[in-house]
């Protein structure tokens, strides 16, 4: 890549991060929420380490990525200092790695994952119980009536510490479409809360994505997974 190229490329993520931070900030406002209670989670999977660079440099804080494969290279590239988050299904025999790099592991939705995590964990590990709000059967995530069991069990692990849920909404042209979806990740939430299952409240809800992240944050989205709104088209 010639000298032109990157400095293209490092003026074009600057320039989608701080849009996108001005998106959540405006629709934090519109919601009576304050603009830093919802964090950017910059999702990097398929993009190239310089345009992550451009995004460090930008101010970026929080990386996700979607495989471990991908995300140990990455993080050998760029160090352990972004806080580095797990956002995409995370299988059994990828625990120890997964313990060993993840700050954040948003995709636990299962009893047998979260007992290996707490098993390989060898510092503490912050999770998210990943709910299948809209019940689609192509994608990961406990069912909402089975989320007091998985949650009641994980709050009994050593090693790792629940701090919120995530969910994934449908894909739609319309973000209005999905906001039922977000909005019952928040009530599913402060349901556990007002049950007192786990010592300390949760307080995360990991939602939303490029198309509908506006939405997400109107509904009390804490942590928003952006990729293509960031990094552009992937490929």
Request: charged share 25%; aromatic share 2%; glycine share 10%.
């Amino acid at each position: 890549m010639v000298a032109s190229e990157l400095r293209f490329e490092v003026s074009d993520v600057a320039a989608s991060v701080a849009l996108v931070r001005g998106r959540i900030a405006a629709a934090a406002i519109r919601s009576g929420r304050r603009p830093e209670d919802s964090t950017l989670v910059a999702v990097t999977k398929d993009v190239d380490v310089a345009r992550i660079r451009a995004a460090i440099a930008a101010g970026v804080v929080d990386l996700g990525e979607n495989r471990v494969q991908e995300a140990r290279r990455k993080i050998d590239a760029l160090g352990q200092g972004p806080r580095w988050h797990m956002v995409g299904h995370l299988q059994r025999n990828k625990a120890a790695e997964a313990a060993a790099m993840f700050d954040v592991i948003h995709s636990m939705d299962g009893p047998g994952i979260l007992r290996e995590l707490s098993r390989r964990a060898q510092r503490p590990i912050e999770v998210l119980l990943q709910v299948n709000v809209a019940g689609e059967p192509q994608k990961h995530g406990v069912a909402p009536d089975g989320l007091i069991d998985l949650a009641s069990e994980a709050a009994q692990l050593p090693g790792i510490g629940v701090v919120g849920l995530m969910t994934i909404a449908p894909v739609a042209t319309d973000a209005e479409t999905v906001r039922p979806v977000f909005r019952k990740l928040r009530v599913l939430r402060d349901e556990l809360n007002r049950r007192g299952v786990f010592q300390s409240p949760l307080v995360h809800l990991s939602m939303g994505m490029t198309d509908d992240f506006e939405v997400a944050v109107e509904e009390g989205a804490t942590l928003v997974r952006i990729g293509r709104g960031i990094f552009g088209e992937r490929g």
